[in-house]
């Protein structure tokens, strides 16, 4: 293990997380970018199957969406994933489903036909 990787702070993204991608390139001193069945997308949403930290202390992510080729799986091992520091947590704002709600509640009325009271009841 690195001397360093004592001192990192992980976020540790847990299992189901949704979460963004926010670099998709080749980092420097890779010889090898993805192949285009495991390419991921800055901006794209994708969602932790599990995380793991490797031999050098980085924070491995699994995706469901997308999975590693075999020449990865041959050359990382249980570690081919993607490095944490290409992703950030997806931010679900509560809100958004209290404005859901409301806006739902919006359509009801405007679509709400009133029923016609029979004569004799009235």
């Known amino acids: 293990m690195r001397r360093d990787a004592v001192c990192r702070v992980f976020v540790m993204y847990r299992s189901g997380q949704k979460i963004v991608c926010v670099y998709d390139g ?5 010889i090898r970018g993805f192949s285009a069945s495991e390419q991921i997308v800055k901006g794209e949403i994708y969602t932790v199957l599990r995380s793991i930290v490797d031999d050098d202390g980085d924070e491995i992510l699994h995706l469901h969406e997308v999975c590693r080729d075999e020449e990865s799986r041959t050359i990382w091992g249980d570690s081919a994933g993607y490095v944490a520091t290409r992703f950030r947590p997806l931010i679900e704002r ?3 489903t209290g404005m859901a709600v409301l806006e739902q509640i919006r359509r009801d009325v405007e ?9 004799d009841v009235r």
């Not at 080749?26 to 890779?30: A, I, R, V």
């Open 111 to 119: 679509s709400y036909v009133p029923h016609k009271i029979p004569e």
């Open 26 to 30: 080749l980092y420097p001193g890779y």
């Open 94 to 96: 509560k809100t958004d």
